[in-house]
């Protein structure tokens, strides 16, 4: 089984950063793309940025220039680099992760449990 655990998230004021962490861990073969997503009370899930095994990132426009999503492939660990943060960042945020378990097995999409992101104004 393959497992994406969160960590990171909490409490800051607006201005202040933050540096979430991900870690697969359990059956796995190869990871393709990785990423991170967000969900705030009462609206969608959406991307906040993704990164290829490559190392190409993309951004959402809201947080480009203050975002920075990395990866480590040796520990199958993505991260988000949260700067210049802002009370609209508050959200859930969430990891995934596009992942083969095995080398006979197509990819599936893992999430995480997610972590609580609060920025106060």
């Known amino acids: 089984q393959v497992q994406l655990v969160e960590s990171g998230g909490g409490l800051v004021q607006a201005g202040g950063s933050l540096r979430l962490s991900c870690a697969a861990s359990?059956?796995?073969?190869?990871?393709?793309?990785m990423g991170w997503y967000r969900q705030a009370p009462g609206k969608q899930r959406e991307l906040v940025a993704a990164?290829?095994?490559?190392?190409?990132?993309n951004y959402a426009d809201s947080v480009k220039g203050r975002f920075t999503i990395s990866r480590e492939n040796a520990k199958n660990t993505v991260y988000l680099q949260m700067n210049s943060l802002k009370p609209e960042d508050t959200a859930v945020y969430y990891c995934?992760?596009?992942?083969?378990?095995?080398?006979?097995?197509?990819?599936?999409?893992?999430w995480g449990q997610g972590t609580q992101v609060t920025v106060s104004s």
């Open positions: 995934n992760a596009f992942i083969r378990p095995t080398m006979r097995s197509p990819g599936y999409d893992y």
């Open positions: 990164i290829t095994s490559g190392g190409s990132t």
């Open positions: 359990g059956s796995i073969f190869s990871i393709n793309g």
